[in-house]
């Protein structure tokens, strides 16, 4: 079966009933909210990502796809990669300003403008995915995460997750705390607040920039995201070490951005579509980063000879403790962003035990013959 259809005929089952009580287009004409379903919208996508590039991009393509088949055309959104439309950088002006209905990208690129934003996307040294999603989904993260964008006219939905990233691309070996003073790094959001005060200059330049960046000296390092992206960019051509693990985002949660006013017009079914299609979303981009990452690191080690390099403990154990620090001060200092730790950390207290007798006593009893 087409792997597309099959996301659609099972991540987003839960969609049909409602397609079922407000009927199609070609039916008869069902009041649903305060709309007819006879009405048609069409909407822009801005995305920080490369157009079709791999796992972004596409999962944004397939996002707006499939809210295009569950509304049987009725809420029709045309996909704009990062600069087609309005910079990568711009996704959440252009949203909140109604440039464009909807955005896909990441909350950290936001902390300008709501720095409590950041924690939405993960902070570091924090939760796996499905700690993340759990949070979210469970425990009160979405409520949150709604009442930091607010002010600002838009309504956020979980849409996406690359999972555990990698800690980057180096054109210089890290052998000690010593080695990130003035280490010239593109890094966003917290983890570039943690290189800066652990001594480093962190940077924030869009994905499609980096390859030039990397390879010209203009920058000493780089994370992107992982060996599947990391791969299609041809990263292993411009940088000789590859580090693990990715401390600053253990398990990346990515966005969808609607325009309030925007999501206001809509029926109460296609609102319903929308956050359906949104939250298979997850499932399906976490799903396709999982697989494409075992496969391009296979290349990346196989075909490539990439130097893969685990960072040192006492490098790791450094920069846990500022992000520790950095945490509690922003809590510390606005209420809302208070809030946000007080229920990241009381849900950490929930779930990380049961992390602990799961998922890392499991993967413990695997050989790893990558760990040095």
Not at 148 to 153: C, E, K, L, T
Request: net charge negative; proline share 5%.
């Amino acid at each position: 079966m087409d792997r597309r259809k099959f996301v659609a005929a099972t991540g987003l089952a839960g969609a049909t009933g409602l397609l079922s009580a407000c009927g199609n287009r070609n039916g008869p004409q069902v009041e649903c909210g305060n709309q007819t379903t006879s009405e048609t919208f069409k909407w822009k996508m801005v995305t920080s990502w490369p157009r079709d590039f791999p796992g972004l991009g596409t999962g944004a393509n397939r996002l707006a796809e499939s809210i295009n088949q569950l509304s049987n055309g009725r809420l029709q959104i045309k996909v704009y990669g990062g600069n087609e439309l309005v910079p990568a950088f711009e996704v959440f002006d252009a949203v909140k300003q109604r440039t464009a209905e909807m955005g896909h990208s990441a909350t950290y690129y936001w902390k300008g403008k709501a720095p409590a934003a950041q924690f939405f996307a993960g902070i570091p040294f924090g939760m796996s995915a499905q700690e993340l999603h759990g949070w979210i989904y469970y425990g009160g993260g979405l409520e949150l995460w709604r009442e930091v964008y607010a002010p600002h006219g838009i309504v956020p939905f979980l849409a996406g997750s690359s999972g555990p990233q990698m800690g980057g691309w180096f054109n210089r070996e890290i052998n000690s705390v010593a080695d990130l003073k003035g280490l010239k790094m593109r890094i966003p959001g917290l983890g570039g607040e943690i290189l800066r005060r652990a001594g480093g200059t962190p940077t924030n330049i869009p994905g499609a920039e980096l390859f030039t960046a990397l390879q010209t000296g203009t920058i000493d390092a780089t994370e992107w995201v992982g060996p599947y992206n990391d791969l299609a960019f041809g990263l292993f051509r411009a940088a000789k070490y590859y580090y693990y693990p990715g401390w600053h985002e253990p398990g990346t949660g990515l966005e969808c951005i609607i325009n309030q006013q925007a999501w206001n017009t809509l029926p109460e079914d296609l609102q319903a579509i929308v956050r359906v299609a949104c939250q298979a979303a997850v499932t399906d981009t976490l799903s396709d980063f999982t697989y494409n990452n075992g496969v391009a690191l296979k290349k990346l080690l196989d075909e490539h000879a990439v130097d893969l390099r685990r960072f040192p403990d006492e490098v790791l154990n450094h920069l846990g403790e500022i992000s520790d620090n950095l945490v509690r001060e922003m809590a510390s200092e606005d209420d809302l962003m208070g809030r946000i730790y007080a229920s990241f950390q009381a849900y950490s207290d929930i779930v990380r035990p049961w992390s602990a007798i799961s998922d890392r006593t499991l993967l413990n009893l695997r050989a790893d013959p990558l760990i040095r």
